[in-house]
């Protein structure tokens, strides 16, 4: 297993362009989280899934968000309409549902809005 | 919701120990604990579980105390290798984890 694995690892749009991210999982994990981070802070939960279903999705998160995980395997993260203060690192993790282990990251896609 | 860090910063020489504070105003199922160097993604150290438990990872260390709705993390005889940025992440009952906003630690030669 190679872990978890996002593509694409940098992206640059331009303002007001739509952008999708995905997230391969570790294969056992049923557990996708999306995380969004900034210079100088911890990661800001955006939402998860447990297999195929969206479990919570945060509040701070606007409705151009949105995310996907069509057959309990990958995960697309969508934003629409994007604003420079979307640039960020979106950082993907799974986990199994126990928990006990821990979250694996992956490398995260760094998005740049110009 | 997001769990307080103390300190912000920390500079250590090499050998000297350190501890790292993870606070939270709502009631915790457990408490992780990461470390990220820079341009890297977090890495998972250890998870404690609510029961009041302390674990240990070779010099590092960390404890649990669910009544105070607090954890530490006690990093012993610091190597270089331990710089980095230190987060907690605390997950309550709804199961997802918020992260505190990350203690950078600094070990010098």
């Known amino acids: 297993d190679t872990g978890v694995s996002q593509d694409p690892r940098h992206k640059i749009t331009k303002r007001g362009q739509n952008v999708t991210f995905r997230c391969d999982p570790i294969s056992e994990h049923n557990r996708l989280y999306w995380y969004r981070q900034t210079l100088g802070q911890g990661p800001e939960f955006l939402t998860y899934f447990q297999n195929e279903a969206q479990l919570e999705k945060s509040r701070l998160l606007s409705d151009r968000f949105s995310a996907e995980r069509p057959k309990g395997s990958f995960s697309t993260l969508e934003i629409q309409r994007t604003e420079q203060g979307d640039s960020a690192m979106y950082l993907c993790?799974?986990?199994?549902?126990?928990?006990?282990?821990?979250?694996?990251f992956g490398s995260g896609t760094r998005l740049t809005v110009v | 919701q997001q769990p307080v860090q103390s300190p912000q910063a920390v500079i250590l020489r090499e050998g000297e120990d350190a501890v790292i504070n993870c606070s939270s105003s709502?009631?915790?199922?457990?408490v992780h604990w990461y470390r990220q160097k820079h341009g890297e993604a977090p890495v998972f150290l250890m998870i404690l579980l609510k029961g009041g438990e302390q674990k240990g990872h070779d010099k590092i260390s960390a404890s649990f105390n669910e009544k105070k709705q607090q954890s530490s993390l006690y990093l012993t005889a610091s190597q270089l290798s331990y710089s980095g940025t230190y987060f907690c992440?605390?997950?309550?009952?709804?199961?997802?984890?918020?992260f505190g906003a990350g203690t950078r630690l600094t070990v010098k030669p």
């Open positions: 709502k009631a915790l199922y457990s």
């Open positions: 992440g605390t997950v309550g009952n709804n199961n997802d984890m918020r």
């Open positions: 993790a799974s986990s199994l549902f126990a928990g006990t282990n821990g979250y694996t």
